[in-house]
């Protein structure tokens, strides 16, 4: 089941704007990942977090695995309409423990 | 390079009738697999995993079933699907810690 609590549930932007989004959970994880899913579509990963406090960059995606080991943030700046989907925060202990935040719904009006 | 295929992409089946969704891996060898449910709208369920041949782990109790037939293949299967099977279903790999690579996914529609 899902134990990373994600937010905010949507968004719905103005292309261009910046957007922000996080998971906490209460347990400590090992790696953190980002994903985003198109419609009809699997998860595609976009960032991965390996160590507390790294800060990491694709593009204009920037993430970061947080100093306790329970967050992570993803920011996309100055978005832009393909930028529109689901985004999952994942956290993982393991090889067979990945958990999975309840995703973010990102719209983008241009 | 490592790709995963995954089919059918969608499916709509009778209450009551079997289900068989396969996906393989390729370009790896003794990969970690897995099956996901996403309910509408909603975030990823795990369901089974296999670390090797004819090893399955459940995580939920439910009307499906999984197996691994061969190192790169993995099966979700079920004897009777009822209306509450519908949902998107995704097959996944790893090989390490470096995160899950998904497949396409088959949406599945009971009615």
């Known amino acids: 089941g899902q134990q990373l609590n994600q937010s905010p549930q949507s968004m719905f932007i103005q292309e261009g704007e910046d957007v922000s989004m996080n998971c906490t959970s209460s347990?400590?994880?090992?790696?953190w990942l980002w994903y985003k899913q198109d419609p009809g579509e699997g998860p595609v990963l976009l960032i991965a977090?390996?160590?507390?406090?790294e800060l990491t960059s694709n593009g204009r995606l920037t993430a970061q695995f947080g100093i306790t080991r329970k967050d992570s943030f993803l920011n996309i700046s100055a978005s832009i309409p393909s930028d529109v989907g689901i985004y999952f925060c994942?956290?993982?202990?393991?090889?067979?423990?990945?958990?999975f935040g309840a995703g973010t719904r990102l719209t983008v009006k241009p | 390079s490592q790709t995963i295929h995954q089919w059918p992409a969608t499916l709509v089946q009778p209450v009551g009738s079997p289900l068989s969704l396969e996906c393989t891996v390729e370009?790896?060898?003794?990969?970690?697999l897995y099956w996901y449910r996403q309910a509408a709208g909603r975030g990823l369920q795990l369901l089974f995993y296999?670390?090797?041949?004819?090893?399955i782990s459940s995580e939920v109790p439910q009307n499906l079933s999984a197996s691994r037939p061969q190192d790169r293949q993995f099966i979700l299967s079920s004897k009777k699907l009822l209306l509450s099977d519908s949902g998107f279903y995704l097959c996944?790999?790893?090989?390490?810690?470096?995160?899950?690579?998904f497949g396409s996914g088959t949406r599945l529609t009971v009615v």
């Open positions: 347990s400590i994880f090992n790696t």
């Open positions: 977090l390996y160590k507390a406090g």
């Open positions: 296999s670390v090797g041949i004819g090893q």
């Open positions: 994942a956290g993982l202990r393991g090889n067979n423990d990945m958990r």
């Open positions: 996944a790999w790893t090989q390490n810690n470096y995160g899950y690579t």
């Open positions: 370009g790896t060898s003794n990969p970690n």
